[in-house]
């Protein structure tokens, strides 16, 4: 049995707390918030688990092993990195860190210890999210294409990171899951509406090697909630819709072939190909009840986890570069010139 | 009754011609097509209408006053143009050319003959758009923040011009309906996955004066036809979904208010306001018989048509600008300057 | 080449128009209509087409061969007999006749000058409907549990019948096709809120055989248009939405499967299926280009249509039962008793 | 503070249990199930609660003022009972009995000790429901003419009930909320496929005073999840769809005029009027937390629960009449008279 402390019982604790505390492996022991109304939710719900303002209790408490970091992206570098040196495994919440600079030092300082440092890439532990890797892996959709993603609704403004560091970071998560190979370079433009440098609405283009082409709109702003991406490939097309309450994943037997290796445009012949549509059964297992059990086995193993510290440093690298992009409306930026730098 | 000529009976030619057929102010003449196919097609459809392989014989024909080219984009200049100078009114097919410099000589070719140019924009006709225009002119959304627009599909891909050229088109012309002002600077990524120079696939950004940005997807190898566009503002937000039957325009009563005007990020408070949803009301009158109406009295009058030669110009320079920002992944490239060049 | 009249240019004779004007097997010589704005939208779209207000003119005509009624429910039968007793060859518009004893004096006319009656059971031509009978003839759906149609929307409120003789007709006529064996007892319900003994809204069940249980729910008074039926049976189920764009058919792997026969609902063990879906590709062929091939080959060849006379009986015998079940709330009404009547 | 027993953790039951315990006007001291699986899962997410598999103990225990009894059907009476007369104030899940007679029976009970008994009615407590109740009881739909509604989906096949008294009763219940006046007779029609008396799908047609007509399907074997509600009236018209994430209630500013008052069906001209939509703001307050709320009121106040037990016995009576007239095959069953012969 894991015995587990929360740090940050805001959006998304309660969705972590609940699944440690039904987990068979875990237990949940403490959450420390700052604010009392949060904590007051925490003794109704839960009257057996301790709570408290200052998360250094749940650092110093030796019956805790492992650690969740639920609290805004500013904050996780230091409460992670307090965490492992007490000793804990630590679980963070999407983004790892706000820099590469502090990704590595995470990653440094769990290796020096040998404990187990995750980072919560939900939508990567989602049955449809694994159903399309299954696909692609497969080779269902061929040679991939394009990844083109849409992720807006309303709210939640954060205060310390732009729209890209909220929002495109579960994108570029299941993209790392779902496609072999990483981006090369990347184009990002976007706009604030409300503060100097926080962008609310973002586009990041990826350029990854043998043409394919991926695309994320991010947006803070939106009257609807969107959670649509669509796959092109050489033999199939699909569409994952998140919002849907069943069918998330169509697979779309369409296409188009090209007659001839065509010497100019002029000279191509395209046929079409409009075929039947199949939805995958998916089953409807909790996301974050497979990413408890992940964490557990990793840690009961020592063997990285599947969203690992490489894996979270690699996303935070994109997004700097995105940034970067971004303030030079659409400059493209090298990324493997930017993972040079940082070796 | 205006005389009219239609050169080109092949995707979009059908639906000019029925309009003009149907409506009491025209009558077609001829229709000109180097496809016997096509040409059988009109003859049993209209066995009264003369038809031609030769649209010679229409700019040759005295009491043809106006020639509607609906050929592929590469013809458009060649076409428009003899017929300017066989004296005819002018309606062509979207883009107005292949080029700026190709747009410009039609337009002065059409001003020294005091001969009527006008391009087929034919979104702006649709009462879903002028319903838009009339919203944004009445600031129902307050200020613009955000215009994002999808609009993709399986096929038809085009062989001579890229994605943008195709689809973009319409985007461009709504915006330009739409909005007030126009974009000061561009970038642009995409792809082509099977003929060298001729993205199959494009992302354009637009940036506009007050920080009002601008987003087209257009896409010819989707799995789905997805046609929507979100407009964001101070006050509101609207959503335009041309694939929808009824309801093609929602408006949100929805926002966020910032508090104070934030020195940093970190100070800033967001409030969120989210009211009714709110669909007007939309005629289904066909676009085409209002475009036709347009064009009638455009020449009638010898005023300047909504989607004149102007009107079709700033288009044809945005599809340029953004070509060459695709072929530099994405670098900007300001409008301002491409325009101040061309004056 | 097969030279056809036309009486009636209201709602749906413009499609039946157009579709004889363009098949390479006919011909439209006449089209008669009282209504001089509606001759005029003929001469404007095809001057060649003779126009009249008089429909006995066709009648008249000996090089025409076929009429095709396309007005009001209660001229059918005074039509179609003039045109068949003119020694025409005769389609009309669903449903065939205001009684089953005018149908039955329409069939024995038509077979006694042996020529072909045929009614205009359109969605029977349908490629989504063609592709359900197919399905379920290969089993695919297993044994048919239920039929559930929902056809609904605003207007258009007909004066000389009740709704299930203008919508339901469709229902029954699809039924007709896609499944074995007739109805043996009907219940309707519904209700009049403009006019005596019309009813604007109804319900019809249907008791088929083995269990079998079929509804449709009719409305000339609903904020939407809905067109939907779910067939459920013992291996899959699948729905059928003629207003999707695309996947208009969605065959479902889903079921529940019972442990034992049980001797009491309380022993009994429901394991549910769920499994994926799929929907097959459906070519978008127009419905009425197959019935015009249909007419005209049935006309060549001597045989009973598709949907011909006795088709067309058999759903008028159901909505005479239905609206006498109307007038008693429901009270059931044994078709076999009502066919057995009849003969 | 209120102290609660829960007797089932069943399907439904951990929603109750949840709002129980974070009401800051009860508490939850004991929930009792005879399965131990069960009552691990309380023991998991509520180590403080006491569980039991003999809800007696919870009867028994002094201390506990209500209970809430969420089990089959078939046990509502027996369990309810108990407890009234252990003199506790109770909560029973829909439908309030299996009979109208165990209806009246826990009703006099509950009034002889002067107890509260109320029936989990739940959707008369969401945001959506009662907004609709404002927007009828304001005339904005104006004189209702039907209420269609549709409920179906696979599964959860009851053992001890049929379709009707697992799904209809909702829609019962919303109706009985929002309409003024009591159904007049009833039609129904069902069938069972898999054991005998328990029909999977149903057909209700309610007759109301003053041409208001209203119809429930419903369905245990259907490969989607629809909840849809249909109110047209002579004013507007709304849909309610609670599968929406948002926009559940749309209300159409739809409708036909009749010019006069016609002698006869041929005399009357329809005026179609078709003019806005538009989206009510619902606020997403849980159902089950207003509904505790008004629990706990009606206890303290002593007055009569918004569902209390005459809404339980009035939605029982119309299914025990619909279940015979099913038998029936849709034979119609006078309501006023049944309610008659109770009195």
Known sequence: MLNIGVIGYGYWGPNLVRNFVESEHTQVLGVADKAATRRHLVEARYPHIQTTSDMRELLANPTIDAIVVATPVSSHFELAMEALKAGKHVLVEKPLASSSEQSERLIDEAARRKLTLMVDHTFVYTSAVRKIAELLAKGEIGQPYYYDSVRI??????HDVNVLWDLAVHDLSIMQYVLRGD???I????MS???ANSENIAYLTLFFPDNLIAHIHVNWLAPVKVRRTLIGGSRRMLIYDDVEGSEK?????????????????????????????WA???????????EVEEFVNAIASGREPL??????LKVVRILEAATNSMALRGQVVELAQAQGAAL
Do not use: C, W
């Open 153 to 158: 609704n309303l709210g939640l403004f954060q």
């Open 183 to 185: 981006p090369v370079a």
């Open 280 to 290: 995958p059964q998916i089953d409807n297992t909790e996301a974050l009840k497979v």
């Open 193 to 195: 509406h409300f503060a």
């Open 249 to 277: 994943v169509k697979v779309y037997d369409k296409g188009i072939h090209v007659s001839d290796t065509p010497e100019s445009v002029h000279q191509f012949r395209v046929n079409y190909r409009a075929g039947d549509m």
């Open 187 to 190: 184009s990002a433009t976007g």
């Open 307 to 312: 969203t690992g510290g490489e894996a979270g």
